[in-house]
């Protein structure tokens, strides 16, 4: 259907677009894309189109790399032109060529590189997690007769736009819906599904989202799958194969370090260990200057005959003076730490159900936190996925050392 769904004989080629949603890996991407540059070459010749994902180097990893593998084979020939003002595919079969010209829409301000694109149709890959903004100028740009637009997204909460003003207004946006799950990819063997949903504890509302398709709300616990008596242990391993170190500063509020170790001996071997922290509240305690905390992060790394060489330092990229300072002080493998929210509670809620993160019980404000970081609920009201911000400082910096232990692309 999403091959074919622009032919006549399909009964709804006179539809305004196609909107795909659901589980994570239910292959829903490619043949969309796929399906968009079948239809563009058809409709178009010499004609600007438009393709966004959630960042441009997103798009070009889910969508743009994939396709330039497959036109080929379909006859196309692709030159992809990155260094041009815009960056655009220019794509030829037979006497047709068109431009497919490539956008980011992750915030407001990515409306405006839109604003001089007229074209004949604009795909939008991940387009839950782009500003309303973003998508309705597009879609303003496309001024051809036979403009067609073309969405794909996993869940997000029920107040989001695209559920909100797509999906409950499919007629009167006249666009066709299809609902994917991850039974719909016959290229995942069992044992790859079955991976992917111990990725997150049933009930969860990534589990939830990204397993069962569901737009459902951000409510309750945060980490709701984090169990005392499963994840923290009384124990440690006699050596380590790597440490990696997560900072969150606040001058004012707290700054806190927490020392993630992978146990190479004992019982947890292979398995990621929170096992040391540092915090420091200075709405309860003296204030301290970033020298003082560079002092401390030394104190931290130190011990018995010698020193912990973490292979990063994972630093709030905010904390512009604190990593001054420790770039004076010699930490060198210190590095801006990946501050994507949602992507890092992920990859931390993963990691937590599938046994790959335990806690050692000497890290007692992460432990607390754990049991108390909850979603605002009244930011879910309005279409927004965020976590009260409140007693989350060690979450924090374990979420910038997880980013970097257990990345995945959202």
């Not at 178009?44 to 438009?50: D, Q």
């Not at 994939?66 to 220019?90: F, I, M, N």
């Not at 169990?227 to 500063?249: C, Q, T």
């Amino acid at each position: 259907m999403v091959l074919n769904w622009t032919l006549p004989e399909s009964g709804v080629s006179d539809y305004d677009g196609i909107i795909l949603d659901g589980s994570i890996r239910a292959g829903k991407t490619l043949p969309e894309s796929l399906a968009y540059v079948d239809w563009a070459m058809r409709t178009y010749n010499g004609v600007n189109l438009g393709m966004a994902g959630k960042t441009l180097g997103a798009l070009r990893r889910n969508v743009i790399g994939p396709l330039k593998q497959v036109l080929p084979g379909r006859g196309y020939k692709v030159k992809d032109h990155r260094s041009a003002e815009t960056p655009h595919l220019e794509i030829s079969k037979g006497r047709r060529t068109n431009h497919f010209h490539l956008f980011g829409g992750n915030n407001e301000k990515s409306q405006d590189p839109v604003q001089g694109f007229t074209g004949g149709g604009f795909l939008f890959d991940e387009v839950a997690l782009m500003p309303q903004s973003f998508v309705n100028q597009a879609e303003g740009r496309c001024s051809e007769d036979e403009s067609k637009f073309w969405y794909n997204c996993n869940p997000e909460g029920p107040y989001n736009y695209i559920n909100t003003e797509y999906l409950q207004k499919l007629d009167e946006k006249r666009l066709l819906h299809l609902h994917f799950l991850m039974d719909d990819n016959l290229s995942l063997s069992q044992k790859t599904r079955d991976r992917y949903e111990r990725r997150w504890s049933k009930g969860s509302i990534f589990y939830r989202r990204y397993i069962l398709g569901e737009w459902c709300l951000a409510e309750g616990l945060v980490y709701n799958m984090f169990d005392i008596s499963k994840h923290v242990i009384h124990d440690l391993p006699a050596s380590w194969s790597n440490l990696v170190v997560g900072v969150d500063f606040g001058a004012a509020s707290v700054t806190t370090y927490i020392m993630l170790g992978r146990a190479s001996t004992g019982p947890h071997t292979g398995k990621w260990i929170a096992w040391k922290e540092y915090y420091h509240d200075a709405t309860k305690m003296a204030a301290k200057t970033t020298f003082e905390f560079s002092k401390d992060m030394k104190d931290f790394l130190s011990r018995p005959g010698g020193v912990w060489y973490p292979s990063s330092i994972e630093v709030d990229p905010s904390a512009s003076p604190l990593k001054v300072q420790f770039k004076r002080d010699g930490m060198m493998n210190m590095k801006d730490a990946d501050n994507a929210v949602q992507a890092g509670i992920m990859d931390v809620a993963s990691a937590l159900s599938s046994g790959k993160l335990l806690i050692h019980d000497s890290c007692k404000h992460l432990i607390g936190e754990f049991q108390t970081y909850s979603w605002d609920i009244k930011a879910a009201m309005v279409g927004e996925d965020k976590p009260i911000k409140k007693d989350d400082h060690v979450l924090d910096a374990l979420r910038y050392a997880s980013r970097r232990i257990f990345r995945k692309a959202y």
